[in-house]
């Protein structure tokens, strides 16, 4: 089982919809979640923390549930600059991160 | 202010040679990481240096793969006898608070 489990999508939608994304992550002691953004063929960049009483930055909402093991990123009135790739991210003791392969996401006009 | 660089940004080369990258992390920060990156696969840890410590290799798939960080600052990867499964791209990443991570924009290494 891999570490941290995201589905690959893509996630096609119309500008203005909702989206949300969901990663499950495997080792219980994993103590900081990330929300990374790719754009294609370029690097990472920090998107957003995750906090557990969960957080917001704008259009982005990120949750978690430590319980289940599982983190949520939900965008809101989705624009075409959101189109990228969303990479969940684990750390067990902030400094190894843990990447999640991604899931794609597409806006449409 | 300048962030992450790397070199070469492009690099095709011949099964069996040995290639060597460059990282050169953003001024001050303590925390280097190296990571590879397959066509449609997630980001592979390989190697993570943090200040004087001795770097955490746990990542590194084979003893082809080596990397060192002069004087706390540039790093190089050095991948010997490279083989066509090492083609990717190489990512590097540092950061001064070990929680947000700037990565450069990476070498793509084609081994043919």
């Known amino acids: 089982r891999k570490e941290v489990e995201q589905d690959p999508g893509p996630f096609n939608v119309p500008e203005g919809a909702t989206v949300a994304f969901n990663c499950t992550y495997s080792?219980?002691?994993?103590?900081?979640f990330f929300w990374y953004r790719q754009d294609c063929r370029k690097e990472p960049k920090l998107l957003m923390s995750v906090y557990s009483s969960g957080n917001e930055d704008g259009r982005f909402t990120a949750q978690l549930n430590r319980a289940s093991q599982y983190i949520s990123l939900l965008i809101r009135d989705s624009k075409l600059s959101d189109s990228a790739t969303y990479l969940c991210?684990?750390?067990?003791?902030?400094?190894?991160?843990?990447f999640g392969t991604g899931t794609r996401l597409q806006v449409f006009p | 202010g300048a962030g992450v660089s790397q070199s070469p940004s492009n690099k095709v080369t011949e099964k069996g040679k040995d290639v060597e990258l460059r990282c050169d992390p953003i001024s001050g920060h303590t925390a280097l990481y190296w990571y590879r990156q397959s066509l449609g696969q997630g980001l592979e840890f390989l190697i993570y240096f943090q200040g004087n410590s001795a770097p955490d290799k746990s990542g590194l798939p084979s003893d082809r793969f080596s990397a060192e960080r002069t004087g706390g600052s540039v790093s190089t990867l050095t991948i010997q006898r490279t083989q066509q499964e090492d083609s990717a791209v190489y990512l590097c990443?540092?950061?001064?608070?070990?929680?947000?991570?700037?990565f450069g924009p990476g070498t793509r290494l084609t081994v043919l």
């Open positions: 991210v684990v750390s067990l003791n902030t400094d190894k991160l843990i």
């Open positions: 990443a540092s950061s001064s608070d070990y929680v947000t991570q700037y």
């Open positions: 080792n219980s002691a994993s103590q900081s």
